[in-house]
């Protein structure tokens, strides 16, 4: 199993920036994706940014421009630089983790989803 635990999150005046950090512990052997998705009230969960192992960035429109993803291999941690928030990104964050494996059965992989960590824009 791999525990993942974010933090960085809090309430912050439109215009303002946030820096959200996930960190991985416990069965790491080859994480090959990171993700944030966020999920605000009445709304299903999104995803906002994602990264590859080999640095490969996607973003949600919304967000293109203002948020950028970074990771850390050697610390196991992702990374999310919010800059330019507004109300709208209103929402807990959520980080994800793909995992690949390999056995008897074959290749597969794992999803694994931190706890969440709320932030706040306030117009």
């Known amino acids: 199993q791999v525990q993942l635990v974010e933090s960085g999150g809090g309430l912050v005046q439109a215009g303002g920036s946030l820096r959200l950090s996930c960190v991985a512990s416990g069965s790491i052997y080859r994480i090959t994706a990171w993700g944030w998705y966020r999920e605000a009230p009445g709304k299903p969960r999104e995803m906002v940014a994602t990264i590859t192992g080999a640095g490969t960035a996607v973003y949600t429109d919304s967000v293109k421009g203002r948020f950028t993803i970074s990771g850390d291999n050697a610390k196991n941690t992702v990374y999310l630089q919010m800059n330019n928030l507004k109300p709208e990104d209103t929402a807990v964050y959520y980080c994800?983790?793909?995992?690949?494996?390999?056995?008897?059965?074959?290749?597969?992989?794992?999803?694994?989803w931190g706890q969440g960590t709320q932030v706040t824009v306030s117009s």
């Open positions: 994800n983790a793909e995992q690949a494996y390999y056995d008897d059965t074959g290749p597969g992989t794992e999803n694994y």
